[in-house]
């Protein structure tokens, strides 16, 4: 079964975000730009996510969506991330975790940070690890559509597929167009019905 989880995040590509929002000219002079909070792009972004019925355009806008997650506003923890991520691609997975750890412990309240690190335990197959990592995740980013796919991959995994419906139908009310969860539904759907015949 295909993992959609948010490792995938680091290998998205990157889109410039505008960081700006006009605001009117006053007593002539040029229209300014003032600057949006992070979390004003965000709803910003999942509110287009979620209106948007072109699979392409959907892809792109999750892309800003993950590339807001991954910037953390420090250049340290960012730099840990890129470390672990590459710690993961070459699966030295005791490195990667150090790092994680660590941006966890420095950082808290960075929702990617828990997520990567949710990530990481699931391919290392510590699933309650990862369950409590993922648990944190959406305490800080309720929308993490990542982080619920990876849920609803334990679950599957774990043979809880009611519960994975539910959390693969989850994601379709933040992300409607993504296709790896439109296919869970259906086929979990199916296997769900035929169990009950």
């Known amino acids: 079964m295909r993992i959609v989880f948010a490792v995938c995040a680091a290998l998205l590509p990157s889109t410039v975000i505008p960081s700006v929002a006009a605001t009117p000219a006053q007593d002539g002079a040029p229209a300014s730009r003032a600057p949006q909070t992070r979390e004003q792009r965000l709803d910003a972004l999942f509110s287009s996510l979620k209106r948007e019925r072109n699979e392409k355009a959907a892809e792109r806008t999750a892309a800003r969506i993950y590339d807001e997650w991954n910037h953390s506003g420090s250049a340290s923890i960012d730099l840990m991330m890129q470390w672990s991520q590459k710690a993961i691609e070459d699966k030295k997975y005791a490195v990667a975790l150090d790092f994680l750890d660590q941006v966890v412990t420095l950082q808290p309240t960075y929702a990617e940070g828990w997520n990567r690190r949710a990530t990481l335990h ?4 510590n699933y309650g690890k990862s369950m409590a990592d993922i648990d944190r995740t959406l305490q800080l980013e309720p929308r ?3 982080a619920i796919s ?3 991959q334990i679950m599957a995994d774990t043979g809880r597929k009611e519960q994975a419906l539910q959390a693969w139908q989850r994601v379709l009310d933040i992300y409607p167009m993504l296709r790896s969860a439109q ?3 259906a086929t979990l759907s199916e296997e769900l ?3 009950g015949i």
């Open 122 to 125: 699931y391919i290392m197959k």
């Open 144 to 146: 993490h559509f990542g």
């Open 150 to 152: 990876g849920l609803a």
């Open 183 to 185: 296919n869970q539904v």
């Open 193 to 195: 019905a035929g169990e």
